[in-house]
């Protein structure tokens, strides 16, 4: 009886052991992406790209003032849309340009501490509105495994 026992023990264990190594291979691969941005062979000085993986989910890069952009976290390989943003740079949009009327500031409403309008307006780089959205944007790229360069070319 006491071999039986242990024959059910060793199968237990081994039988954990596949379950576990199992769902540490199931893990999706991924790929970090980095790249540059360019409108008419220009860097952008400013904005963010955009991609949109085909679960509907997206994921957010900034770009720096060299035109240079790096995702923060891994991407998850496949194909992926891609959009790049800067209309929120625009001087007088919804985020950047001064504000006509600013509230006084004061000890109970200090002044806002968000991104200041003037260096924002500095990185805008008009775009075509077609680039602003992955679904519109008609770019492209299929993510790798490791790390990868993904230029993007807007014309």
Same mark, same amino acid.
């Given at each position: 009886?006491?071999?039986?026992?242990?024959?059910?023990?060793?199968?237990l264990?081994?039988?954990?052991?596949?379950? =576990?190594?199992?769902?540490?291979?199931?893990?999706? $691969?991924?790929?970090?992406? %980095?790249?540059?941005? =360019?409108?008419?062979? =220009?860097?952008?000085?400013?904005?963010?790209?955009?991609?949109?993986?085909?679960?509907?989910?997206?994921?957010?890069?900034?770009?720096?003032?060299?035109?240079?952009?790096?995702?923060?976290k891994?991407?998850?390989?496949?194909?992926? !849309?891609?959009?790049?943003?800067? =209309?929120?740079?625009?001087?007088?949009?919804?985020?950047?340009?001064?504000? %006509?009327?600013? $509230?006084?500031?004061?000890a109970?409403?200090?002044?806002? !501490?968000?991104?200041?309008?003037?260096?924002?307006?500095? !990185?805008?780089?008009?775009?075509?509105?077609?680039?602003?959205? $992955?679904?519109?944007?008609?770019?492209?790229?299929?993510?790798?495994?490791?790390?990868?360069?993904?230029?993007?070319?807007?014309?």
């Amino acid at each position: 009886m006491g071999i039986f026992r242990w024959q059910k023990s060793r199968a237990l264990v081994l039988l954990a052991l596949a379950v =576990s190594l199992g769902a540490f291979g199931c893990s999706k $691969p991924t790929g970090t992406v %980095s790249g540059k941005v =360019s409108y008419k062979n =220009s860097p952008l000085k400013g904005g963010n790209v955009i991609f949109l993986m085909a679960d509907g989910k997206t994921e957010i890069a900034e770009i720096q003032e060299d035109g240079s952009y790096n995702f923060p976290k891994p991407i998850p390989a496949g194909p992926v !849309k891609i959009g790049v943003q800067t =209309s929120f740079l625009k001087p007088g949009g919804r985020f950047g340009g001064p504000r %006509s009327n600013p $509230p006084p500031a004061d000890a109970e409403h200090p002044p806002n !501490k968000g991104p200041d309008p003037a260096e924002m307006a500095k !990185k805008y780089v008009y775009i075509p509105e077609k680039y602003e959205t $992955p679904e519109s944007s008609g770019k492209e790229y299929t993510v790798t495994t490791g790390k990868q360069e993904c230029p993007i070319n807007l014309d």
